[in-house]
């Protein structure tokens, strides 16, 4: 970690209930640091939201933390409404059932629960997998803003994982349209070949997208033409179960 990193967490970490207001000079004694050297985290950590200034030239925790907080709340009571309909899904299926979110222009995968696939295939709970070529990450894309999909189209190197991953940024384009318009996602074997996946998109109580829940395993189990509608009628039911469990209303 670096210095200076270190030094703003350690001047976030002096707020508390009790001391819900610092100015530069009791941080400055406090942390044994220069004044000149508190004031530019200061004033880095007030541009980003994290703190912000009263009326008395001193500072109190920003908008920032408290967004955070929402976001880490709801990850946890994601968790919670999430588990039972994962376990179902999974028992029904003998598949793997994931829950991911999306950071960084990736699906970082925060709940899971495998079972009939090797463990080898999936990554691990908070690693994350390219979101182009894979159900959850085309989920997460497909409900981005029309600004943000064509940014990340623009900037973003598609690379080839299988001989079915759409690397065409034309075509990717139309298959995130085509994702949002039936609420749902199939991974055709884009990032593993033999893998297939079927997800779709949950929501929070403010209508963003949050988060998405799939069921993924081997072709035979998942894509094949008399298991795909069963499986898309479950994944999107259990994903709605969530979202008005979190306060979503369409």
Not at 145 to 156: A, D, G, K, V
Request: net charge neutral.
């Amino acid at each position: 970690m670096s210095r200076s990193l270190s030094r703003a967490l350690s001047i976030l970490e002096l707020f508390s209930t009790e001391e819900a207001e610092w100015g530069i000079t009791e941080i400055s004694q406090e942390l044994d640091l220069p004044k000149s050297t508190v004031h530019g985290l200061i004033k880095t950590l007030e541009n980003h939201q994290f703190i912000e200034a009263t009326e008395h030239n001193r500072y109190r925790l920003g908008i920032k933390l408290y967004e955070l907080g929402l976001t880490y709340q709801g990850t946890a009571k994601l968790s919670i409404i999430a588990e039972p309909l994962i376990k179902m899904l999974a028992l029904k299926y003998q598949q793997s059932v994931h829950i991911a979110i999306y950071a960084g222009k990736m699906a970082v995968f925060i709940i899971g629960n495998k079972s009939g696939t090797s463990q080898i295939i999936f990554p691990r709970i908070g690693t994350g997998i390219a979101a182009y070529c894979t159900g959850v990450g085309k989920v997460l894309l497909a409900f981005q803003s029309e600004n943000y999909i064509n940014e990340y189209l623009q900037t973003e190197k598609l690379i080839s994982y299988t001989k079915n991953t759409i690397i065409d940024k034309k075509a990717l384009k139309e298959e995130l349209i085509n994702i949002k318009e039936q609420g749902y996602a199939i991974d055709r074997e884009e990032a593993v070949m033999g893998i297939g996946c079927v997800a779709a998109p949950i929501f929070s109580f403010s209508r963003d997208i949050m988060a998405a829940i799939s069921v993924s395993g081997t072709v035979e189990k998942i894509l094949a033409e008399d298991r795909l509608a069963t499986c898309v009628f479950d994944v999107r039911n259990a994903a709605k179960s969530i979202s008005e469990s979190l306060g979503y209303k369409a």
